[in-house]
């Protein structure tokens, strides 16, 4: 069993910044892609950035593109969100995922494990 804990959310002004911290409980997660979705009230939860397990390669949601950055620390077992020149439409309920595998994908059943989420909210 994984337990995956979020953390970093709040409220910000458009144009700001946010770090989110994802800490994995229960087993190591260094073996595995990581990734970051959201959930925007009303809407489905769509994919936002992966990494593989080694760090060394990424993948974004283009709506983020140039302005989120994924990042781990295995030593820790933690995945993290750098989240700059925040928008409106970034407003969320951000959550931390497991990938099955090691393979970067955005699609959610490849997904195993999920956190509770956090809450972000950016205001114009």
């Known amino acids: 069993q994984v337990q995956l804990v979020e953390s970093g959310g709040g409220l910000v002004q458009a144009g700001g910044s946010l770090r989110l911290s994802c800490a994995a409980s229960g087993r190591t997660v260094s073996s595995y892609a990581m990734a970051w979705f959201r959930q925007a009230p009303g809407k489905e939860r769509e994919f936002v950035a992966a990494?593989?397990?080694?760090?060394?390669?990424?993948y974004y949601a283009d709506s983020v593109k140039g302005r989120f950055t994924i990042s781990r620390d295995n030593a820790k077992n933690t995945v993290y969100l750098q989240m700059n020149s925040l928008k409106p439409e970034d407003t969320a309920v951000y959550y931390c995922?497991?990938?099955?595998?090691?393979?970067?994908?955005?699609?959610?059943?490849?997904?195993?494990?999920w956190g509770q989420g956090t809450q972000v909210t950016v205001s114009s």
């Open positions: 990494i593989l397990w080694s760090g060394s390669s990424s």
């Open positions: 995922a497991k990938a099955r595998g090691q393979i970067l994908t955005m699609r959610r059943y490849e997904y195993d494990y």
